[in-house]
């Protein structure tokens, strides 16, 4: 199930270059709709999660101001690359990364990540992690792909975002798709589905490790006070809330 409409690298562009201000004034360095229950919970158990080792490359794609670079480069001795689609995103990381003294260890590159093989050296990054980015993506299938080709051979991609709920009752399915669309439109997203990204991970190469619901209580607070901020109603056309997403983490190994 996907909405009828997919919003391209431009559009999302545009959007972030537009909008990053408004998230840093709600949402703070980290922009993510799906938090625990403060930023040291929710990237401690990223960094847990996505295996991250002392020594490691990391390839973060789609790493909005560096909040999260910042962070894991801080607290592991590792070194970041981070990519993003918007300038103003990585003029503003930048002084955030001159700022924290970490200018040897994390880089900033405005670029697309449907084209990693273009932008990185083959075989490049230990790992490869997407924090909330991977559903701004207009053909999934093809960034799974790029990220294969700049990953070390047993290295991992790392996913974190939200996947259209699927369900065999046709009236919720509607409703679902509205919720589903109206995210997109708001949020220049094309959310994601499990079926294809799985498919995607697959046909690119990829090894699943596992696919799970995060494991930790999914404080939205923050995503919630953004909408009501900006006016933003997800529900316009249904009206009462229903489960229209589902929060998973995938990970997956490259094996030649
Ligand atoms: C919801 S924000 C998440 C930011 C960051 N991961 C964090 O946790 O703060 C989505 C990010 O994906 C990036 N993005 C979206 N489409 C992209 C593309 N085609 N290429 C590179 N980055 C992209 C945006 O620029 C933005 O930084």
């Known amino acids: 199930m996907s909405a009828n409409q997919i919003y391209t690298p431009a559009d999302v562009q545009r959007y972030y270059d537009e909008w990053t201000e408004r998230y840093l004034n709600t949402s703070g360095d ?143 399915s509607t409703k679902i798709r509205t919720i589903v669309s109206n995210i997109n439109k708001h949020y220049k997203y094309n959310t994601l589905d499990l079926g294809i990204t799985i498919h995607g991970l697959r046909s690119a190469g990829w090894h699943i490790v596992y696919i799970r619901r995060p494991n930790f209580v999914l404080n939205a607070d923050v995503a919630e006070e953004f909408a009501i901020k900006h006016n933003i109603n997800i529900l316009e056309g249904v009206g009462v809330k229903i489960d229209h997403v589902e929060w998973l983490e995938i990970m997956c190994q490259k094996v030649r």
């Open 30 to 172: 980290i922009i993510q709709g799906a938090r625990a229950s403060s930023i040291e919970e929710l990237l401690g158990y990223t960094a847990l999660s996505a295996g991250f080792e002392p020594g490691d490359r990391i390839l973060d794609a789609g790493c909005g101001v560096a909040g999260p670079a910042i962070f894991f480069a801080q607290k592991i001795p590792l070194t970041i690359e981070g990519l993003t689609i918007s300038g103003v995103q990585k003029g503003i990381a930048e002084s955030k990364i001159d700022a924290a003294g970490l200018s040897g260890k994390v880089k900033i590159t405005q670029g697309d990540y449907h084209e990693l093989d273009k932008i990185y050296p083959a075989d490049y990054f230990d790992r490869a992690v997407f924090l909330e980015s991977l559903g701004h993506a207009a053909n999934p299938p093809l960034v799974l792909k790029s990220a294969y080709q700049v990953v070390k051979d047993r290295g991992h991609i790392y996913i974190k975002d939200f996947f259209v709920k699927e369900t065999y009752d046709e009236s919720l």
